[in-house]
C-alpha cells in the first residue's frame, strides 16, 4: 500500500508541476537561455510519462495520454492563455521527453534478469 501511494504522490506532484509551467503566465527574464524552453519542455514530459508508467503501468494508454495532454497544452496557451503561445517546437520537445521517460521508466522499473 506504501508503494502505491508513493506513485501516486509522485505523479500528482508531476502533474500539479507540469500544471504551474504550462499554463503560469511567463516573465520576460526567462527568454536570456537559449532553448531552456525546450529542454524544460523535454525534462517536464519526461517526467510526466516516467510517472504516468510508474503509477499506471506499462499500458498503451499511458503514453498516448502524455502526448494528448502535450498537444492540448499547446493549443490551450495558443488559443486561451494570454501571455503564451503555442508551438510545435515546444510540442516536439514534449513528445521527445515523453518518449525517453517512458523508455528510462521502462528500463528502471523491469524486473532484474
Known amino acids: 500500500m506504501l508503494l502505491t501511494d508513493r506513485r501516486t504522490a ?5 502533474v500539479l508541476l507540469s500544471l504551474v509551467v504550462l ?5 520576460p527574464s526567462e527568454q536570456g537561455i ?3 524552453d525546450k529542454v524544460v519542455h523535454a525534462t517536464l514530459f ?4 516516467a510517472s504516468t508508467r510508474w503509477r499506471f503501468g506499462p499500458h498503451l ?6 502526448l494528448v495532454y502535450a498537444a492540448s497544452s499547446e493549443l490551450l496557451q495558443q488559443h486561451w492563455l494570454a501571455k503564451r503561445d503555442g508551438d510545435v517546437r515546444d510540442l516536439a520537445a514534449d513528445a521527445v521527453g515523453a518518449v525517453i521517460g517512458w523508455l528510462v521508466a521502462r528500463r528502471v522499473l523491469s524486473p532484474a534478469r
Open 61 to 66: 494508454a499511458g503514453p498516448v495520454t502524455v
Open 46 to 49: 519526461a517526467a510526466l510519462a
Open 34 to 36: 537559449p532553448h531552456l
Open 10 to 14: 509522485v505523479f500528482v506532484a508531476v
Open 23 to 27: 499554463f503560469v503566465p511567463r516573465t
